[in-house]
Nanobody, 115 residues
């Protein structure tokens, strides 16, 4: 069983920054791909950023150049540094673990960007 606990969400003004964290327990963290998804009200959940076990990353076009995903395997934690935040970044952000056919989700953390 894998547990993912997100933290770091909150309310920030447009142009500000937040850093999300996702701590994983009970799993082979270092061999997993870790993702950040988000879901805004009335919209489908979308992939924001991903980082493989080898450290390769990819980003949604809407966040390229503003968001950075990273991981610390010693701490079983993945991060999402979000800079130059925009009101359209407002959403619940979810951490996602995937290793082969195994998938787990965190409970989500709210990010609200005011204009």
């Amino acid at each position: 069983q894998v547990q993912l606990v997100e933290s770091g969400g909150g309310l920030v003004q447009a142009g500000g920054s937040l850093r999300l964290s996702c701590a994983a327990s009970g799993t082979s963290f270092r061999s997993a791909t870790m993702d950040w998804y988000r879901q805004a009200p009335g919209k489908e959940r979308e992939l924001v950023a991903a980082i493989t076990s080898g450290g390769s990353t990819n980003y949604a076009d809407s966040v390229k150049g503003r968001f950075t995903i990273s991981r610390d395997n010693a701490k079983n934690t993945v991060y999402l540094q979000m800079n130059s935040l925009k009101p359209e970044d407002t959403a619940v952000y979810y951490c996602h673990y995937r290793r082969g056919a195994v998938h787990y989700w965190g409970q989500g953390t709210q990010v609200t960007v005011s204009s």
